[in-house]
């Protein structure tokens, strides 16, 4: 497939504008070759502040234009994402490393976004509370204000989707940080937003520092709320940093997904849901299955078929389309590299894989082998710390109350899975398992209609559903005397 950049923007948005940046531009590099694509204009404090400004002056239009009106913008959007859908599927591979195919149903996915929240902030109600005679009493549920919106590179559009549709749809505006990684899907949808006529300023994207834009965003007063998709350590900073202009916060954060499979369980099901889930974006998904849990009694049967798909899984560039394409970065390697060799060590065995490539065509690139470990223990690295990475890591147990107990045995609370076919068996785990979302048999948790998000050090808040509008309203109580 042709791995040649489409045009994008490479400079801010602020206020409509694209504007070159004060600071040193950045390169942009392909991680399937470690080359740079382009060089992107950077940002610092100064534009941070006028893209707050802006986003404030298009506040006081936006918020008071009606849902419909709003909607009908959103949905221009939409239909020019699904229209593009290749070329923005093309620059997202190109720089995130992921499949094309992956890549294309991100994009889906945003328009999905799009469209439901424009449909549902239509519904975000007030009511009418039973008053004393001569006496209304009124719920009214107003945007928040100016939002900033930081993002990671493991998603670069929809994680953009996820927070800017429900935020624009409920009459806010945003100040956009997406990661250095990836910034050009961000500037990709800057445009669109752009074309399909979206009002200056409700929509800002910045690049440069991380640490200068997110310290202003968190400290400026204009800015009434932080939304947050990335590492628990640097969620607990910016939560810190909020805490004096007491903003609302909502935190997207680590994951370490437990994924148990019983002795009920159907394998093949199992075993095909686990390839899918686990090497989708090459295991760099906060939701990624990263502890495989196998009761004793079928743990030889699961392994081998195991074994038997691995085959099928396949490695390569992005555009070639293959299951996995290069890691983000030499950083994401190191750790998997690191973790594997902790293990080892320490008693455990690699079924398969286990290897950074280094042959041609993927010697300059970030690519690792698709790997399968078995025999992991609690004094491993990777039993407790998220991998990130294509690792299955397969764990033996034989007592079922005690396996829900080691599954909850993290600080972490976003993803879990589970496979039964026993009624007992399901009802009691989904109770038990301390996490934000449950898969029963299934690994489709994240649906624009349904609620995402985590419990303890996986944050709080939540993105879709009716619950993603809500994020970004406040609840105004009004009291009318009729005397």
């Known amino acids: 497939m042709n791995r040649q950049l489409p045009e994008v923007p490479t400079k801010l948005l602020i206020n409509g504008k694209w504007i070159e940046g004060s600071q040193e531009a950045v390169a942009v590099i392909d991680p399937a070759t470690n080359e740079e694509l382009v060089k992107v204009s950077q940002g610092s404090t100064k534009e941070t502040k006028d893209a707050i400004d802006a986003a404030a002056k298009a506040f006081a239009t936006w918020s008071r234009i009606s849902p419909k009106e709003r909607a009908d913008h959103m949905n221009k959007i939409a239909d020019l ?8 599927a093309l620059i997202m591979s190109l720089e995130q490393g992921k499949p094309v195919k992956e890549a294309a149903a991100e994009i889906q996915s945003n328009v999905e976004n799009f469209r439901w929240n424009a449909a549902e902030a239509q519904r975000v109600y007030g009511e009418v509370i039973p008053a004393p005679e001569e006496n209304h009493w009124l719920v009214r549920k107003e945007a928040i204000g100016v939002v900033g919106a ?10 953009i989707a996820r927070k800017i549709a429900p935020a624009i749809a409920v009459g806010c505006t945003l100040v956009m940080k997406p990661s250095k990684e990836t910034p050009l899907s961000a500037l990709a949808l800057g445009d669109i937003f752009q074309r399909a006529g979206l009002p200056d300023g409700v929509v800002n994207i910045l690049l440069g520092s991380s640490a200068e834009i997110g310290k202003e965003l968190t ?64 295991g760099q998904v906060c939701t990624s ?24 899984v396949t490695v390569g560039f992005g555009t070639d389309d293959p299951t996995v394409g290069p890691m983000i970065n030499e950083a994401g390697v190191d750790k998997v590299v ?28 970030n690519f690792f082998e698709p790997t399968v470990i078995d025999g992991i223990t609690p004094d491993m690295d990777m039993y407790y710390d998220e991998t990130f990475g294509p690792v299955i890591p397969l764990i033996v147990f034989d007592d079922r109350e005690a396996v829900v107990e080691a599954a909850n045995d993290t600080v972490f609370g976003l993803a879990s899975y589970f496979f039964s076919t026993n009624l007992q068996t399901i009802s009691n785990t989904a109770q038990k398992l301390q996490y934000g979302m449950v898969g029963v048999n299934d690994i489709a948790i994240s649906n624009p209609a349904a609620p995402f998000g985590g419990v303890k050090h996986s944050g709080f808040g939540r993105e879709n559903g009716k619950y993603g509008p809500e994020e970004y309203v406040t609840v105004k109580f009004i009291a009318i005397d009729a005397q």
């Open 338 to 365: 690191d973790q594997l060799a902790d293990a080892t060590k320490k008693g455990a065995t690699i079924l398969v894989g286990g290897h950074k490539m280094t042959e041609a065509p993927y010697a300059k690139g």
């Open 150 to 159: 930081i993002t990671p590179w493991n998603f670069p559009s929809n994680m």
């Open 289 to 312: 299955p990263n502890r495989i849990f196998v009761e004793a009694s079928i743990k030889e049967t699961f392994t081998t078929r195991l074994l038997e798909k691995m085959q099928e």
């Open 81 to 88: 994402m699904a229209e593009e859908s290749d070329r923005l």
């Open 219 to 282: 400290e400026n007063e204009i800015v009434k709320k932080i939304t947050f998709t990335g590492s628990t350590e640097v969620g607990m900073k910016l939560y810190e940093q909020a805490a004096p202009t007491l903003k609302k916060v909502s935190m997207e954060l680590g994951g370490h997904a437990p994924f148990i499979v019983f002795s009920d369980a159907d394998i093949s099901l199992a075993v095909d849901k686990l390839i899918a889930a686990k090497f989708r974006n090459n």
